[in-house]
């Protein structure tokens, strides 16, 4: 269903500057591949550089002018420099997809506050530090769109995954709280939460990955909820419903069953 509105809802992407973080693979890479193919312009980054270089150079036809950057989110100085080159060669950013994010399982036996911190400095704060940088420039124009990438796990505690969620929890709420105080700037916040999508990240998981998307489709749903300006974008429809009710549960109803 998505599709069917495809050419019609990526006009709003024409000749627009579009940043994607966390585009060297999954997610990220699949926006950046459906973009190519539209007028616009493209900032593509993540720490590694070279596996965006080679997708996009295996992109036939593209019409995207691109500008390909090596950046790691948990660094401010980085984000800031990228920020710059950006601004240098294209002028301004439209819409921000914050995209860039890792998981890790941790279990009691490897519990350790090196993964916390580079999930929370990742997920969350990589996503702070973009925004310190493209929030003046859109305050001063009164538009914008970012778009951070949390997800439906943003919901409760799930075992063995206690600094995700709590990364994506943290995230979503952030950015509810920005897009009310945003909107009288005319800058709109859309959150993403995607379910299960087919990606690197999810390729380590040993657990089983109900209504599982491919990346493609999740790209799809994405570009879609940008172009109708949704406040959320969430997907697929199953695992939303899933979560829904599983954020509804009672505590002691929910421990019960998370086992
Ligand atoms: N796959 C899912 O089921 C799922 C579900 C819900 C939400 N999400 C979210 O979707 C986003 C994309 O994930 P994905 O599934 O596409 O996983 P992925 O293929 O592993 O992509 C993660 C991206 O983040 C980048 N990244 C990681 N650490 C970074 C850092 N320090 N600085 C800059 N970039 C960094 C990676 O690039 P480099 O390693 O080259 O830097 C890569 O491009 C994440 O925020 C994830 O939490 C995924």
Redesign the pocket.
Known sequence: MVCINYVVLIMTFKNKTILI??????????IGEKLLDINCNLIL?????E?IEEWVNNFQNRKAEILIQK?????KVSVAESYLKAIEKFGNVDIAIL?????ESITPQNFNSEAAEKIM???FL?VVYWIEQLLPAMIERQSGIIAP?????DNRGYSGSGF?CAS?AALSIFAEGLSVYLKKFGIKVIT???????????DKNKFK?PF?IS?EK?ADFIISGIEKEKAIIQFPLPTVLGAKIIGLLPNWFYRLIAK
């Open positions: 973080t966390g585009a060297s693979t999954g997610i990220g890479k699949a980054t993540a720490r590694r550089d596996k950046n790691d989110v948990t660094n995209n860039s994010g890792v998981g400095n990742t997920n990589g990438v949390s997800s439906l796990a995700y994506k993403i939460k995607p379910g299960f999508v087919k990606t690197p990240m999810t990955m599982m990346a999740s």
